[in-house]
């Protein structure tokens, strides 16, 4: 692919972030140019030749700043290769089992509809008490997550390099 991959994602304490620097690494091992950033540093989704978008997920929300960023990209992601991630459950088991099939935030689907994603894929997230503020550890103990590293890391690489073969072989 001759375009770079722009690998954009939003994060509330740094997990999110270091998947899409793997997916950004796997991409790069493939062959692939790829350009990874929070997406409120992102300037110009347009002159990407492909995207890919994620975010963490509190209580089946995307976090703010990703939501505003597809928002405000809905025409320039419409026109390009678009895949959408996201981070959140954790635990053993299947992240769309744990999630009771939450895929994708209901309140924008629709926008997601128009711009026609490639794929979403769900990954297990990360919590890590010793960073999460009052209010979250409260919710952790409420809903009763599990606070380990439940990041799958080779399947999250598998996704990437299917990612990677699509764009080459479209390019």
């Known amino acids: 692919m ?6 954009a994602y939003a994060t509330k304490y740094g997990a999110t ?15 692939v140019s790829a350009h990874v950033m929070p997406v409120d540093q992102v300037t110009d989704p347009g002159s990407y030749g492909a ?12 976090r703010r700043e990703a939501a505003r960023f597809l928002k405000a990209n809905e025409k320039q992601l419409s026109a390009c290769p678009v895949w959408f ?3 959140g459950p954790t635990g053993k088991g299947d992240p769309v089992e744990l999630a009771n099939g939450w895929r ?4 924008l689907q ?14 297990h997230g990360v919590i890590d008490v010793d ?5 979250d550890k409260w919710m952790i103990q409420k809903v009763g ?6 990041r799958d890391w080779e399947t999250i690489a598998s996704w990437a390099e299917s990612v990677a073969a699509e764009l080459k072989k479209n390019s």
Do not use: H
């Not at 001759?2 to 690998?7: A, F």
């Not at 997550?145 to 439940?150: I, R, W, Y």
């Open 104 to 107: 994708f935030p209901k309140s």
């Open 2 to 7: 001759d375009k770079k991959v722009l690998v």
């Open 85 to 87: 991630f996201s981070s």
């Open 17 to 31: 972030a270091e998947i899409a620097a793997k997916i950004g690494e796997v991409l790069s091992q493939a062959g």
């Open 110 to 123: 629709s926008i997601a509809d128009r711009i026609g994603p490639r794929e979403i894929a769900l990954f």
């Open 145 to 150: 997550a599990s606070t380990d590293d439940s």
């Open 51 to 62: 995207v890919i978008l994620g975010s963490a997920v509190y209580i089946g929300r995307w």
């Open 131 to 135: 960073k999460v503020k009052s209010f």
